[in-house]
């Protein structure tokens, strides 16, 4: 396990969670917000599984501050692995940006079944990511 | 009751790469040509309004226009800068305090994606870090999403770039001037599914200058002028989804562009059918699809039936969309791209278009920016 990319994105539980705040009107939101703005909203664990609500794939190397595959000293496009994001919603939560693994672009589809998970990001620190969920499992939840 | 405020001169930098030539000198470039389409000299301008992305301050100007010590407000508006130019200056015309007055856009970038910092987007490191600070995935996300709920294919997004290079071939100011076939662009590099390459516009170089006149300054003159019927400018509503959001709500919100296009249709008056042409903001392939219907233009998912009827093509019978090529053809200075649209409003409204002419006698063109954090700029011009 490498270091958080941000030591408060997550919780440190055995089940992680991805953390939000939740604002005195009740509102969850996503990241927990920092400085002034955190004045009065809780930290708060937002839910481990949700639906993809919309994805791309990012196929050429991020200019920086990109620090993944490709960005670091002698590296270039050829060293960037391509990867694929997307939006899922954390039912009555919020609708949160993310990594997708454990996928095939051509595999993801509205509304399927994710969760969430920790994920090595470089050779220093791992980031969050969501995947998909088993069809057994996603039959079962 | 404000004052009629007209468009009386409107001048270009060529739209591309120009190597030796500051984005700042191109904006210098554009001034001359509006004051030479307009009759003027640069010390007729009472007041100027401008700026740039990533290009300057547009009031250095003076250096190189004439010392007349005109006051010149800098506009730092990110892609909305020519549109809040164009407003204040149409402003300082309609209060009845300046009878002429200049809004100028101008912008070089470097080649490759535009890339932004978080903490000036008021976002955390790690979202930078781990690669999700970019443009193109939010015009992809939102797209692929649109598609799903819409019915819209892939092929339709592929008609919108063959479009856009095919009005660039015959528009003397556009960066790509030759044709892209459907095959090629449906076939190019994914960038982010589900665009390719040529669906993408890319960041660029070029600059434009318009010269506002009160209709007294303008009969006065004698000058060719088009009406600016109303000018809308909106920053996002609550829970909408705009570039750069880590998070969004659940709750389904409004979007700046319905706010800015309404809001301009109501003050001209008018409605979206009324329309003969219309520039709208294509970032890429799916934002013209999208902004159709942000606009009023058409219903969610009828832009399929529009774009294999071909009917926003210039000789299309329904509403000629981005006439010149619009960003993907013309390419992306964030600081004038806002213009260039108003730019060639004017010209097609003066019948001045050439090859790229649309029908009939155009009465009414309709403009459309969109920007980072969440900002739109309307534009409605009528030629009287």
């Known amino acids: 396990m490498g270091e958080k990319i941000d030591p408060d994105l997550w919780s440190d539980d055995p089940q992680p969670h991805l953390m939000g705040g939740k604002l005195p009107s009740g ?109 057994a499992e996603s039959q079962a939840a | 009751m404000s004052e009629n405020v007209y468009i009386i001169g409107a001048g270009i930098h060529p739209f591309g790469r120009t190597d030796g030539r500051s984005g700042r000198e191109q904006g210098v470039y ?134 856009a290079f095919r009005n660039g071939t015959i528009t003397p100011h556009a960066w790509r001037r030759s044709p892209v076939d459907l095959d090629t662009i449906m076939n190019a590099p994914m960038i982010n599914d589900p665009l390719t390459k040529y669906m993408f516009c890319s960041p660029a170089e070029g600059a434009v200058g318009l010269i506002l006149a009160s209709e007294k300054k303008m009969k ?45 249709f109501e003050k001209a008056g008018i409605g979206p059918e009324d329309i003969s042409v219309a520039q709208l903001q294509d970032t890429e392939s799916g934002a013209e699809i999208m902004h159709m219907a942000e606009n009023g233009f058409c219903k969610d998912g009828e832009q399929e039936e529009w774009l294999a009827n071909g009917w926003t093509e210039i000789n299309g019978g329904k509403l000629p969309v981005n006439t010149d090529g619009g960003c993907l053809a013309c390419g992306e200075p964030i600081g004038a791209s806002g213009l260039r649209q108003v730019y060639e409003n004017v010209q097609q409204l003066r019948q001045r278009a050439g090859e790229r002419q649309v029908p009939g006698k155009p009465r009414f063109g309709y403009s459309h920016v969109y920007g980072a954090p969440g900002l739109s700029g309307v534009a409605i011009l009528e030629r009287e």
Request: hydrophobic content about 40%.
């Open chain 1, 27 to 135: 509102e969850i939101v996503f990241p927990m917000p920092v400085g002034d703005a955190a004045e009065g909203v809780e930290p708060y664990k937002l839910s481990r599984r949700g639906k993809l609500w919309s994805w791309t794939s990012q196929g050429f190397l991020p200019k920086e501050p990109y620090e993944g595959p490709g960005s670091g000293p002698g590296e270039g496009p050829p060293d960037f692995k391509p990867f694929l994001l997307g939006y899922v919603e954390l039912p009555g939560e919020v609708i949160v940006e993310s990594r997708i693994v454990d996928a095939r672009l051509e595999d993801l589809h509205l509304g399927m079944d994710l969760e969430f998970c920790i994920v090595p990001f470089n050779a220093r620190y791992d980031t969050f990511a969501f995947r998909p969920v088993s069809q």
């Open chain 2, 30 to 163: 554009a001034v001359r040509e509006a004051l030479k389409d307009a009759g003027l000299e640069w010390p007729d301008i009472e007041c100027a309004y401008g700026g740039s992305a990533a290009a300057g301050n547009a009031d250095i100007m003076v250096n190189e226009l004439g010392l007349t010590s005109l006051p010149f407000t800098n506009v730092a508006n990110g892609c909305a800068t020519g549109g809040s130019a164009l407003a204040a200056s149409q402003q300082a015309i309609a209060s009845g305090m300046y009878d002429l007055a200049l809004a100028v856009g101008f912008d070089k970038h470097p080649r490759g994606a535009f890339n932004a910092k978080p903490a000036e987007y008021g976002l955390p490191e790690w979202y930078g870090q781990t690669g999700m600070m970019l443009t193109t995935q939010f015009f992809a996300l939102k797209i692929q999403r649109y598609m799903q709920l819409h019915g819209i294919s892939r092929t339709t997004l592929g008609r919108v770039a063959e479009k």
């Open chain 2, 220 to 264: 006065e003159l004698g000058a060719d002028g088009v009406k600016i019927r109303a000018v809308s400018v909106k920053t996002r509503p609550p829970n909408s989804f705009e570039v750069f959001q880590a998070g969004i709500s659940i709750e389904e919100g409004g979007k700046p562009t319905v706010l800015a296009s309404q809001a301009a």
